[in-house]
């Protein structure tokens, strides 16, 4: 597989939440036998870690102190062989996807100290063959270079009826309005912030998945890939 710039080639997918970027970027990575990074997970970790410490929202300098040191660690459940994620010995996979850790992430990566302290655990990742990263910035700031940038979207309906299938697939009860409120809110900061806002590269290719399956977005993103690596 040919390197550029003799670095590893990254495949940047960035989207907003519940555009299925997580799960197409997991798959897109298993066919090309690439390395994933969900970057979403790194900012849930220093989340979590700064709710575990008490450590408040707006102390940007403590955050980035976190974000620099916390020990997270991308693994597998002992147990289950699933991809996990460690804070410390702590298995945290699920906490991770609490509401209430998404939305702290959602505040605490509006912070330029936090973002720069996780440039470089995000850089890291880039290794051979190849790397899949999704998140917000993959395209614009963390992997300017990549050699595939696609941003993924649907719509903000779409995507609360996604998660509220899945919930209730979880057994977890769940109400489409209030799903689409937090969806709404998430967006508009994620959108609007002054500090690396989600926004399309403009070398970046758009798939909009309101109307695709799964299947269908992972076979679009390896044929793309397939013309570029
Ligand atoms: O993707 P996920 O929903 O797990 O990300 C949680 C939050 O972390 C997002 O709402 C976003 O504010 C932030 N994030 C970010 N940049 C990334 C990944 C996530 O700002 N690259």
């Given amino acids: 597989m040919p390197l ?58 403590a955050l980035a102190q976190l974000a620099l040191t916390a020990p997270i660690d991308f693994s597998r459940n ?45 850089r890291r990742w880039r290794q051979p063959p190849g790397l899949v990263a999704d998140g917000r910035d993959m395209g614009t700031v963390v992997f300017p270079d990549a050699i595939l940038k696609v941003f993924l979207t649907a719509s903000a309906e779409i995507r609360a009826k996604r998660r509220h299938k899945q919930l209730i697939e979880k057994g977890m009860s769940a109400k489409i309005e209030s799903l689409l409120a937090d969806i709404r809110k998430r967006d508009d900061r994620d959108y609007n912030r002054e500090i690396a806002p989600l926004k399309a590269a403009e070398d970046s290719v758009a798939i909009d998945s309101s109307l695709l399956s799964i299947d269908q977005v992972v076979t679009k993103v390896l044929d793309l890939a397939e013309n570029r690596l």
């Fill in 4 to 61: 550029l710039h003799g670095e590893p080639p990254v495949i940047a997918i960035d989207g907003p939440s519940g555009s299925g970027k997580g799960t197409i970027a997991r798959s897109v990575a298993q066919r090309l036998s690439f390395v994933f990074l969900d970057s979403g997970a790194l900012y849930r970790a220093v989340a979590l870690a700064s709710l575990n410490t008490h450590t408040k929202e707006d102390d940007a300098e």
């Fill in 78 to 122: 002992q147990d289950t062989g699933d991809a996990a994620v460690l804070l410390g010995a702590q298995d945290v996979t699920a906490d991770l996807r609490r509401e209430e850790v998404g939305e702290r992430a959602s505040k605490i990566a509006t912070h330029q100290q936090v973002r720069a302290a996780l440039l470089d655990r995000q």
